[in-house]
């Protein structure tokens, strides 16, 4: 829709369920999909629309959805007496837009995370294409069970919507269902709401009553389709679930597509902020966290963990690694097998193969850092920082005690305890002095048969 025909644009979501179903202190649309609250994924989807105004109706007290809604503007909902109510909450901050016929306001829910712009997109055309003052977004199932049925006009246009609880048997098996989200003129729609009763099975101001007062006032309405999986509510932890599941799908198929190779892509769960390059190479059962970066060429090997870490092309990464926060591994570094990274920069070519905890570091480039390496960042109080300089060799099981900086070239003996600083191109051994006493494992053993039998 060109810019300067469309309608002004506002959106409503409605987020001030409980959701008692979730048996959570936490609200509903808080929850996380792909790593993200299922709110912000609504968020995301009416940002695609550039709408003038996006109001977020919460319940009372909750100020943890309020923060997820910034910088978009709240209203609460003092009493939560349906969803009818829960729009008129909203009209005063929709200011002029409220009452201008020049606008539109679509309504959209909190709790529907794999909604797109899209799919908006499409609901608004249908009612400004066929000149409707109010549009309905449904969907076809062949279990409609609880969901609220479209009672159709001859021509296809939305005559009503009746809740599954109020339906009867014959419109109980009624196919075409309603989705929720709503489009209208926005005069139109302040108009209906004002007519909004609470006469129904579940005693509330339900929104789904503005297409038959509009009906009975003359009005025409239309309807835009969408698969269920797109418009799907989450209401359980099962629903959760589900809609995890179908995000995964959806994040999986736009890695592949943009040319990631995933080896057993049902085993990999992205963030819905994971990056990956050309030719990514992602085997079986890796996770990515929030905030990961996989450049072109790298290869993430089996069993991985990755969260805020940037991956730099052609580097490797496992199996059985794990990066958090702040590590960057450098253009063909390597990161092997039981090996964990905390705030680590690797640079360009440098290694760290097996069983390794490096954190609060930077590793210079080619440097190599053997089997058992650890630094030892935290001491109770602070953490500390190490400094490896680039093809600096440290040697296995190997305890670098922070802070502390090995040199360019330097060389760090196996099974060394560092404490102070090593010089470029030095070696350092910090161990004890090895005894050999001949013949004392005999006697060792000797005594140790006698002491069993005393």
Not at 103 to 115: I, K, Q
Request: hydrophobic share 40%.
């Amino acid at each position: 829709m060109d810019m300067m025909t469309r309608p002004r644009r506002a959106v409503v979501v409605l987020a001030a369920g409980e959701g008692t179903r979730m048996r959570s202190a936490r609200p509903k649309v808080l929850h996380p999909v792909a790593g993200r609250p299922m709110l912000n994924h609504v968020l995301d989807a009416v940002g695609e629309l550039e709408p003038e105004k996006v109001v977020v109706v919460v319940g009372p007290d909750m100020h943890s959805v309020a923060e997820a809604a910034a910088p978009h503007p709240v209203v609460e909902q003092t009493e939560r007496l349906g969803t009818a109510h829960a729009v008129e909450a909203a009209r005063p901050a929709l200011g002029d837009m409220a009452d201008d016929p020049k606008a539109e306001v679509l309504v959209v829910y909190g709790d529907t995370p794999l909604v797109t712009g899209d799919t908006l997109e499409r609901l608004s055309r249908a009612r400004s294409d066929s000149e409707a003052g109010l549009a309905i977004l449904g969907f076809r199932t062949g279990e409609p069970g609880h969901y609220g049925r479209l009672i159709q006009n001859e021509d296809g246009t939305v005559r009503r919507i009746v809740e599954a609880r109020d339906a009867t048997a014959e419109q109980l098996e009624i196919g075409l269902c309603n989705a929720g989200t709503l489009c209208a003129r926005a005069p139109l729609l302040q108009q209906l709401l004002s007519q909004v009763g609470n006469h129904n099975a579940s005693g509330e101001f339900q929104l789904t009553d503005v297409f038959g007062l509009a009906t009975e006032a003359g009005e025409t309405t239309a309807l835009a389709e969408a698969d269920l999986e797109t418009v799907q509510g989450v209401n359980s932890r099962a629903e959760l679930a589900q809609a995890e599941a179908a995000m995964q799908r959806r994040l999986r198929q736009l890695a592949m597509r943009g040319g990631a190779s995933l080896v057993a892509p049902e085993t990999v769960f992205l963030s819905h902020d994971t990056e990956l390059g050309a030719d990514v190479l992602v085997e079986p059962h890796v996770v990515f966290g929030p905030g990961v970066a996989v450049d072109d060429g790298a290869t993430i090997r089996a069993f991985s963990h990755l969260e805020g870490a940037h991956v730099r092309p052609d580097a490797s990464v496992g199996p059985y690694a794990r990066l958090r926060p702040g590590t960057d591994v450098g253009e063909g570094a390597a990161i092997g097998n039981f090996v964990e990274t905390k705030a680590v920069t690797l640079g360009e070519g440098a290694k760290a193969n097996h069983l390794t905890y490096l954190g609060d570091a930077e590793v210079g480039a080619g440097a190599n850092v053997g089997a058992g390496t650890i630094t030892c960042n935290y001491d109770g109080i602070a953490k500390h920082r190490t400094q490896i300089g680039a093809n600096a060799f440290i040697g296995s099981n190997t305890a670098l005690v922070a802070p502390v900086s090995v040199g360019e070239n330097a060389i760090v003996g196996a099974g060394s305890t560092i404490t102070l600083d090593v010089d470029a191109d030095a070696v350092a051994v910090a161990r004890g002095k090895q005894h050999n006493r001949a013949g004392a494992a005999s006697r060792f053993r000797a005594a140790r048969r006698e002491s069993e039998r005393g």
